[in-house]
Nanobody, 119 residues
Framework: QVQLVESGGGLVQPGGSLRLSCTPSRSIFSFDTMGWYRQAPGKERELVASITSRGSTNYADSVKGRFIISRDSAKNTVDLQMNSLKPEDTAVYYC?????????????WGQGTQVTVSS
């Protein structure tokens, strides 16, 4: 069973920065796509950013220019650098991984980490 472990959430003031990390139980390159979703109270879970095994990235319009998703092969992590944070970025952030093989498509989720942007 694949496990995704998130770290780096917390409380930050508006305009501040946070860095989230996701460590899977196997190589980050074994997945087709890895990324971050978030869910705010009363709202649906939404994609924040993703990166494919080839390194292609995708961002939600609301975070373009502020957030950067990257991979660290030495640490085996997928990281989300969040800059210029806004109160509306407050949510639980979930690491996500997807793989496809001969037996089907599989999706994995981390347990979530809280990010709170408040003064």
């Amino acid at each position: 069973q694949v496990q995704l472990v998130e770290s780096g959430g917390g409380l930050v003031q508006p305009g501040g920065s946070l860095r989230l990390s996701c460590t899977p139980s196997r190589s980050i390159f074994s997945f087709d796509t890895m990324g971050w979703y978030r869910q705010a109270p009363g709202k649906e879970r939404e994609l924040v950013a993703s990166i494919t095994s080839r390194g292609s990235t995708n961002y939600a319009d609301s975070v373009k220019g502020r957030f950067i998703i990257s991979r660290d092969s030495a640490k085996n992590t997928v990281d989300l650098q969040m800059n210029s944070l806004k109160p509306e970025d407050t949510a639980v952030y979930y690491c996500h991984a997807r793989e496809s093989n001969w037996s089907g498509q599989y999706v994995y989720w981390g347990q979530g980490t809280q990010v709170t942007v408040s003064s």
